[in-house]
Nanobody, 115 residues
Framework: QVQLVESGGGLVQAGGSLRLSCVASGSFSKINNMAWYRQAPGKQRDLVAIISSGGNTMYADSVKGRFTISADSAKNTVYLQMNSLKPEDTAVYYC?????????WGQGIQVTVSS
């Protein structure tokens, strides 16, 4: 059984920074892509950033230049560094990992940006 657990969320003022972490645990052979999604109240869940096993990254236009996704393969961990946060970044953030060619989701973590 594979589990993804997020940490690092919380409340921050606009313009501030947070770093989210997501650790994959359990029995598996390979982690392919890992990604962060977010869902604001009343809105659909959207892709924020994705990183491949080769280190290629892609970002939503709304976070380009402010957010950075990175991964530590030795620790089975993916990070999301969020800078210059805006109130519209407020959402539940979810980690998704494609592990052994199956998608696994974390439980989600709240990020709240106050104006």
């Amino acid at each position: 059984q594979v589990q993804l657990v997020e940490s690092g969320g919380g409340l921050v003022q606009a313009g501030g920074s947070l770093r989210l972490s997501c650790v994959a645990s359990g029995s598996f052979s390979k982690i392919n892509n890992m990604a962060w999604y977010r869902q604001a109240p009343g809105k659909q869940r959207d892709l924020v950033a994705i990183i491949s096993s080769g280190g290629n990254t892609m970002y939503a236009d709304s976070v380009k230049g402010r957010f950075t996704i990175s991964a530590d393969s030795a620790k089975n961990t993916v990070y999301l560094q969020m800078n210059s946060l805006k109130p519209e970044d407020t959402a539940v953030y979810y980690c998704v990992g494609n592990v052994d060619y199956r998608d696994y989701w974390g439980q989600g973590i709240q990020v709240t940006v106050s104006s």
